[in-house]
Structures are given as C-alpha cells and as structure tokens.
C-alpha cells in the first residue's frame, strides 16, 4: 500500500479509484524489488532510491499485475483506443465491435488511462523526485524525463491534466494544455540540467545502469538524447499553434552543443524485458489473437508493397466456412484453406460493427511478449526533423534527405533491407476489399484509397504534400507504438484514414473528421464536479470524442 504522503494527492482527482482497490491494494509489494534483502543492502545498490522509478518505467507502456493479470489493463487502456484509432490494429472479437469501434465509447475503458496514471504511475514519478532530490539529483533528472514522457501522453488523449499542481496540498487545479506543454518544456530543461551536472563531476559512472529498462547501453549521455528528441516532439506537436515556442524548442533540441538525439537505427527507447517486464501487446495478439492488422495498415503496406509488413504482421492462417446468418452475414463455421485471403497479409476495417468472429483469420501482429515495448525511434526523430526543415525552423531546405534518412533508419531498425527502391516507387495506397461483407452486398464494406501519396520524395511539390509524405513514413515507422501514431495522425491529418463504417457516437463525432480525444472519467461529475468543471472549461468543448484539442487545429499552418 502506498505511503499515506503520497495518498493524499490521488484523492484529490481520481474518480471511481475504489473499484479497483480489490486488486491494487499491494501495488507497490507486487512492483517493487525488494524481496529477500533489507534496506542496507537496498541503499547500497540504490534500489531503494531506484524502485518507484522502475514503477513509472514499467508503467509508461503500462504493464501490471495486482494478481488478476497484467495484460487485459493494456487492452483496455491503449490497445482498444489509440491503437485502434492511429489505424494500426483492429480486434476481431464480436462483443467490443459495438463500442469503442464504433464510436459508441466505453466509459470503462477510456477512464483507465486516466485512473491508473493518476492512482499509481504518476504517484511514484512524484516519490522518486522527493527521495533523491538531496541525494541523487541524476536520478531525478532521469525521472523528470520519464515523467514528461508518461504525462504528455495523457494530455494528449484528454486534453487538460493534472501537472504543475499535481501533489499540492492547497489543491490540484488542472492546467490548460499550453501551460501542460510550457511545464514539459522547463521539466526537460531541468532534468537536463541535473544529468550534465554528475556527468561533469563523474562522468564514467552509470548509477542508474542497472535501473535502466529504457535505453540501449544504460548511460546518462542516452537519457540526454532521449530528452532532445522529447523535446524536438513536443515542439512539432505545438507547430499549428505556437510557431514561436515551437521553433525555439526544436531548434534547442537540435543543438549539437546540447548532447545530440537519437540518429541511429540502435539507437531505440523501448522497455526491455529486464526487471520481469513483459509486452502486454504480444500477449494480447499471440495468447488471445485479438491484435489483428487495420484495414488502413493494410491499405498503405500493400499499396506501397512495404517490405516492412511481413517485419510488421503475419499472414492470414486460416479462414471459414462461409455460412449465413438471419441478417445476412457470414459466421464462423468450418476451418478451410481455399478462402481468397488465406495466407494474405489481411486487415479489418474499423466500424464495421461485426459481432461474429469470422475475421479471426486474419493478419495478427508479429509482437510478442518478449518484444521490446518501443516508445520512441531514431527514426521517428529523422521524420521530425524533416519536417522541422520543411517549417524553416533548422536546416531548410533539407528536409528530403532528412525524409530519406527516415525511411532507410526505420528499414534497418526491423531488418528490411535497403531502401533505396522504395524510395524510388510511385505506389500508391490500395483500396481495400472486405474478406466477407455480406451475402446481399459482398462489397459493402469496401472502401477506395483515400490517398495517392507514394513513398517518391519529390522537391517540386507542394509543402503540403511533402509533409503528408513525411507523415504518412512517420506513421509506418513508429508501429506499433499506437499513442504517438494517434497524436500525431490527428495533428497532421495524415495518413488519411478510412471512415468507421457505422458511427454510433450520436453525432458528437464526425465520420470524416474521425475521433479526436479521448472523454474524462464520467464518474468524476459526481465525485469531483468541482474539478471536472476545470477541465471542461480548460477544454473550451463538450466532453465527447469530437472535441479537438489545442494543437489539433484542422490544418497544418506553416
């Protein structure tokens, strides 16, 4: 059980945590690393200093276990959201196709992101910061870093959070997102600042090493480079709106004086296996098969003839019998290998609205548990800065090359090769062709190409299309990490997605503009209505999934 000078703060803003008490009660017994030595010997290998750091480590890409498992908290916190909503994956499972798919939102699983990293994540980011503020200021500067990353993630699914105010007695006033992204700025101007400092008093001495689940080689020089390349995020995420602090903060990040960013296709920030972490996503997709390729994955890695997919996804293994229900859809029936999609590289579309399980044939991801959890790829950072160079913000001018640098980053991170043909073809996206449909209308839930984008970087297009270009290579390159996708799919506009065939969101969403946050916990109206207020009014909107957030302008601004 928590601290009780930590409990305060989670009372404050946390509706409907009692539900969960049952099987969270020993939070911190199940996730720390302390059994079998005392704190002498905990002091001496600094695990006592270390283990709530390991909390929110673990906890960024959250996996748990309170002792009912620790993979269905991910399906409902990410996998069944943004990971859905960035276009990447799709479950098969009929009883979840009428809700989240559909934009018929689950309360249940929309608040969960919200209620475990206020509850517990975010908690031990604060303890961390407490514990080794006087004693072991690179440890903090390494949980601040970790703290932006959690938090920011969270701000943009929701909208406004609980930061700068988070753990103050007299209150926990929500900021609006500007002041929530301003905060993430200084926190990594601090945190950087803390690291520099011991590197310079004790530069060959990795303290934190053996803490580590994150980086590559377990260095502070690492967590630097993580740092920038946060930062050169964050100011990208902030372009539309604020072109002033934007162009400040990428321009800091990209300041070779300040310790560089991620470059090479080794250089990946991913929770490793190590302390007894295990990808949630691989158990979800190769334990339950419900992890299964989006039609809109389908679309641009087969129209684009990606060598990336079979890196990605596996192909379909088996099909059904096609047998008819009362309503005229097809059914699970009978294993067969003749079905036009058996080993294809197949996807479902979102929306569809299906309460069968014929699609369970269909292309699963190819993570597993013991896959690293990616949170962010050199590659991902060459895109970022192409796009930084499109802006004039650094480097104008060089925005194809640094493009092309992203493809080739992202095709040596997953083994595919080299990228030089890709860079060269003029495919487009494919349309894409329903497996079953229905027996009246076997085409019904097909849909054409919503773009004809090709991988081609060409110097005499438009600005808009060269950042199309580089956002849709942004989008295969960061898979399957869903959060940053759906961030930055909503941001650009790009890819282009397919529409959800049925929209049972009683037009709070548009089809064609698609879903754009995530809602707050209904269950704090009642608890804390005072706060819920806050944030309805920070978000200048309704509390529904149509409601864009700051940086989500409609357009991109250059």
């Not at 703060?9 to 079998?36: D, H, M, P, R, V």
């Amino acid at each position: 059980m928590m601290k009780k000078d930590t409990i305060y703060i989670i009372s404050l803003f946390i509706a409907g945590l009692t539900i969960f008490s049952s099987c969270t009660g020993n939070f911190e017994e199940y996730n720390t690393k302390t059994t079998g030595y005392g704190e002498d010997k905990q002091i001496q290998d600094f695990k006592l200093y270390t283990n709530p750091i390991d909390i929110v480590e673990q906890g960024i890409y959250f996996n748990y276990d309170w002792g009912s498992g620790k993979n269905w908290p991910y399906q409902i916190m990410q996998n069944l959201s943004s990971d859905m909503f960035c276009g990447y994956f799709h479950d098969f499972n009929g009883s979840f196709n009428d809700k989240n798919s559909t934009y018929n939102l689950n309360d249940g699983w929309t608040s969960t992101t919200w209620i475990n990293t206020y509850g517990y994540i975010l908690p031990a980011a604060q303890k961390a910061i407490d514990l080794n503020k006087d004693l072991y200021p690179a440890f903090v500067g390494v949980t601040k870093i970790l703290k932006v990353e959690l938090m920011h993630r969270i701000a943009d699914l929701y909208g406004p959070i609980v930061y700068t105010q988070f753990g103050i007695k007299t209150g926990s006033d929500p900021d609006d997102l500007k002041t929530a992204y301003y905060a993430f700025f200084s926190d990594l101007d601090d945190a950087q600042q803390l690291i520099n400092d011991y590197i310079k008093s004790a530069p060959n001495n990795n303290t934190f090493a053996d803490a580590d689940i994150l980086t590559q080689g377990g260095t502070y020089p690492e967590w630097i480079k993580f740092s920038n390349s946060l930062r050169l995020r964050l100011a990208m995420r902030i372009s539309n709106v604020d072109r002033t602090k934007a162009e400040y903060e990428a321009k800091k990040a990209l300041d070779p004086n300040n310790g560089g960013v991620l470059e090479l296709s080794s250089e990946i920030i991913q929770v490793s296996g190590k302390n007894g972490y295990t990808n949630p996503l691989g158990e979800i997709n190769k334990g339950w098969l419900e992890v299964h390729m989006n039609a809109n994955m389908e679309s641009y890695l087969l129209g684009y003839e990606d060598p990336r997919t079979q890196k990605y996804f596996e192909k379909s293994i088996e099909a059904y019998e096609n047998e008819i229900d009362d309503n005229g859809n097809y059914v699970y029936g009978e294993t067969r290998k003749d079905v036009n999609y058996y080993g294809q590289y197949k996807g479902i579309r979102q929306g569809t609205g299906t309460t069968h399980n014929y699609y369970k044939g269909h292309s699963i991801s190819t993570v597993t548990p013991n896959t690293p959890a990616i949170l962010m790829t050199a590659a991902e950072v060459w895109f970022l800065r192409a796009e930084a160079a499109l802006r004039g913000y650094v480097d104008a001018g060089k925005e194809g090359e640094y493009y092309k640098k992203g493809v080739q980053t992202s095709f040596e991170q997953w083994g595919a090769g080299s990228a030089d043909l890709y860079l060269e073809s003029q495919n487009t996206p494919a349309g894409y062709k329903d497996a079953f449909g229905k027996e009246n209308n076997p085409t019904i839930y097909d849909i054409a190409a919503q773009s004809n984008v090709t991988p081609k970087w060409e110097d005499a297009v438009a600005q808009e299309e060269k950042l199309e270009k580089i956002a849709v290579q942004k989008w295969l390159a960061i898979y399957p990490e869903g959060c940053e996708a759906w961030a930055e799919q909503r941001r650009t506009g790009y890819p282009k997605l397919f529409e959800v065939y049925h929209n049972n969101s009683q037009g709070t969403i548009d089809s064609k503009t698609g879903i754009r946050r995530l809602i707050f916990p209904q269950a704090l109206k009642n608890d804390n209505p005072t706060q819920y207020n806050q944030l309805l009014r920070l978000l200048g909107g309704a509390d529904n999934g149509g409601t864009r957030l700051w940086w989500d302008v409609g357009r991109n601004i250059f």
